[in-house]
T-cell receptor, first 112, second 109 residues
Framework: NAGVTQTPKFQVLKTGQSMTLQCAQDMNHNSMYWYRQDPGMGLRLIYYSASEGTTDKGEVPNGYNVSRLNKREFSLRLESAAPSQTSVYFC???????????FGSGTQLSVL | RKEVEQDPGPFNVPEGATVAFNCTYSNSASQSFFWYRQDCRKEPKLLMSVYSSGNEDGRFTAQLNRASQYISLLIRDSKLSDSATYLCVVILYGNKLVFGAGTILRVKS
């Protein structure tokens, strides 16, 4: 049982480049999330999807877009990467909005 | 004021010690509370939920104090393997989930 699978694990981008972080879960969860984690700060929600077909902004959505491709997959896109987006990104899923979160293993992204 | 605040630590304790951390939250309407554990460079994992009456799971005890708006985590008989960052999570109104920045625990032999 893979749980939440997130790719890539590491990525280095130049300012202005674009990329998509992929996330898939095999637990039939309705809710999926993208967080970023920076030193000294808690995980901050970028976007979330309460169910297939819906997406909503979180605390720090600027510079990102998401797609809930189907119930399993929720991708995060950086259209024009900036150094301020250097961070560790985590995808997560849960059965419902206030239930236990299951996290992917994270993506270390550096934007130069 | 941050919605959820934790002492960043680090808390350096010897093996076998008892250690406790608190997490304060600003919104009295907060509904649910959790403790997550995060190992270095790994993803957070749920340690335990926090119930109104307090709850225990082996060496770990979680408590909620609604009057003073904080939750606590007590670890008894600390093990080296308990070294990690402990994140408190508060679910606010509208199912908004907020993470604290975490408390670092280092257990030393």
């Amino acid at each position: 049982n893979a749980g939440v699978t997130q790719t890539p694990k590491f990525q280095v981008l130049k300012t202005g480049q674009s990329m998509t972080l992929q996330c898939a879960q095999d637990m039939n969860h309705n809710s999926m999330y993208w967080y970023r984690q920076d030193p000294g700060m808690g995980l901050r929600l970028i976007y979330y999807s309460a169910s297939e077909g819906t997406t909503d902004k979180g605390e720090v959505p600027n510079g990102y877009n998401v797609s809930r491709l189907n119930k399993r997959e929720f991708s995060l896109r950086l259209e024009s990467a900036a150094p301020s987006q250097t961070s560790v990104y985590f995808c997560a899923s849960s059965g419902a909005a206030n239930e236990k979160l299951f996290f992917g293993s994270g993506t270390q992204l550096s934007v130069l | 004021r941050k919605e959820v605040e934790q002492d960043p630590g680090p808390f350096n304790v010897p093996e076998g010690a008892t250690v406790a951390f608190n997490c304060t939250y600003s919104n009295s309407a907060s509904q649910s509370f959790f403790w997550y554990r995060q190992d270095c460079r790994k993803e957070p994992k749920l340690l335990m939920s926090v119930y109104s009456s307090g709850n225990e799971d082996g060496r770990f005890t979680a408590q909620l104090n609604r009057a003073s708006q904080y939750i606590s985590l007590l670890i008894r008989d600390s093990k080296l393997s308990d070294s990690a960052t402990y994140l408190c999570v508060v679910i606010l109104y509208g199912n908004k989930l907020v993470f604290g920045a975490g408390t670092i625990l280092r257990v030393k032999s």
